[in-house]
């Protein structure tokens, strides 16, 4: 039993469209049929020069040193669990310590004494040694230096081959890369044309 009427109708656009871009097919050569071209853009790679390297390190530490520290912390809060409680305690309490300052900066957002004249990276980094003081003293020293020199060359490697999705849209140069911009570059590169 067949219902009619139901759904919706779709009807062709009066105006005439531009035939479709086939540059992104290739045809293949035994049988003529077109296959779809891939191209495999990656945000990782060997950098050129030490310079390279070390520019690239810079960007990366300022742009993602809350996500390399949150790994080293990580890496750090395991190597603790089996043996040193008090350790593992201490840095956890430190890190509630941090969470909070950082929630107060966000809820005072337009104070002056806050932002201006306490440096959250100063605050921060008397955290982070105060916290890494503590382990030591705690008798997980060990725990500590092994944990920095494991992860270290790993955040090392990481920061000095990762381009960023920007570089990696800019060294593509083709149409279908621009998919990899954020939006908000779109939007405004759309604009300006």
């Avoid at 305690?89 to 002056?112: E, K, N, Q």
């Avoid at 494991?150 to 570089?167: N, Q, R, Y």
């Amino acid at each position: 039993m067949a219902v009619a009427g139901y759904g919706t109708i779709q009807q062709r656009a009066s105006t005439n469209t531009p035939p479709a871009d086939d540059s992104h097919l290739a045809a293949s050569p035994d049988d003529g049929s077109r296959t779809p071209k891939y191209h495999l853009a990656s945000p990782f790679s060997i950098p050129s020069s030490t310079e390279a390297a070390a520019l690239r390190i810079a960007r990366s530490l300022t742009q993602y040193i809350l996500h390399y520290t949150h790994f080293v912390w990580i890496v750090l809060f395991i190597t603790l669990i089996p043996e040193r409680k008090v350790a593992l305690i201490y840095m956890v309490i430190m890190t509630y310590v941090a969470s909070l300052y950082l929630l107060v900066l966000r809820t005072f957002p337009g104070s002056i004494f806050l932002h201006k004249f306490i440096d959250k990276r100063l605050v921060l980094s008397l955290l982070v040694i105060a916290t890494m003081v503590g382990i030591i003293f705690n008798g997980a020293a060990l725990h500590l230096l092994v944990t920095l020199a494991a992860t270290t060359p790993l955040v090392l490697v990481h920061a000095s081959m990762w381009i960023g999705e920007d570089a990696m849209v800019a060294a593509a140069g083709d149409k279908e890369a621009a998919d990899f911009l954020p939006v908000v570059q779109q939007e405004s590169q759309q604009g300006s044309r």
